[in-house]
């Protein structure tokens, strides 16, 4: 499978801390994305990283890149419970089909 | 933002009926689609590659007759679930890719269908 793997799988933190979610993907790509779904809904694109950069900024969400390890981190900075969500990477290959990592289910306690 | 809209949002058919679910782009037009399939707590399963106007391209291990898909208009994708059977119930999700310049690489998604076959 070319599926990518994330972790952890879940998470569990307190209002107001810091969430670090991790993708790790098989083949070279052209960009790596991060979406958002909430529980039974569509996934809602967070931010894209090409290739060729190395981290990138979006509100409270930070996202780095290495593709020598090929691997990326979506970090989402002073975590508020409507942040509770699952996490998915997907990363395209010029095929312009998008393959989508395992997930991260993340649960912010008030 | 680009608006895509799925529906039903949810599905309850007899076993041997065949469901028919729609993704509509609203305010873009969607060079292709994409038609997912998810499992509770899994990622997203690609299942088939929508482009307007020519067959759908199909994953590996995906039946194409038990999936149909047409896209007859660059607005327009659906999926049919063919002689449905409970172990076809599951959550599909379509997606679309905006064709103008610059938005073509994100993808806008539907709300989703939960199928139920009984």
């Known amino acids: 499978s070319q599926q990518g793997e994330e972790d952890p799988q879940a998470l569990s933190i307190q209002e107001g801390e810091n969430a670090t979610m991790n993708c790790s993907y098989k083949?070279?790509?052209?960009?790596l994305q991060w979406y958002r779904q909430n529980s039974g809904r569509g996934l809602v694109h967070l931010i894209l990283i090409r290739s060729n950069e190395r981290e990138k900024h979006s509100g409270r969400l930070r996202v780095t890149l290495d593709t020598s390890k090929k691997s990326s981190s979506l970090l989402i900075t002073a975590s508020r419970a409507a942040d509770t969500a699952s996490y998915f990477c997907a990363t395209e290959s010029g095929t312009y089909k998008y393959i989508f990592g395992t997930g991260t289910r993340l649960k912010v306690l008030a | 933002g680009a608006v895509v809209s799925q529906h039903p949002s949810r599905v309850i058919c007899k076993s041997g009926t065949s469901v028919k679910i729609e993704c509509r782009s609203l305010?873009?037009?969607?060079?292709?689609m994409f038609w997912y399939r998810q499992f509770p707590k899994q990622s997203l399963m690609l299942m088939a590659t929508?482009?307007?106007?020519?067959?759908?391209?199909?994953e590996q291990g995906v039946e194409k007759d038990k999936f149909l898909i047409n896209h007859a208009s660059l607005t327009l994708s659906t999926l049919t679930v063919t002689s449905a059977h409970p172990e076809d119930s599951s959550f599909y999700i379509c997606?679309?890719?905006?064709?103008?310049?610059?938005?073509?690489?994100?993808?806008?998604f539907g709300s989703g269908t939960q199928l139920s076959v009984l």
């Open positions: 083949t070279s790509i052209n960009n």
């Open positions: 997606s679309a890719r905006d064709r103008r310049q610059g938005r073509g690489e994100k993808l806008f």
């Open positions: 929508s482009n307007e106007g020519s067959k759908a391209t199909y």
């Open positions: 305010d873009f037009q969607a060079t292709t």
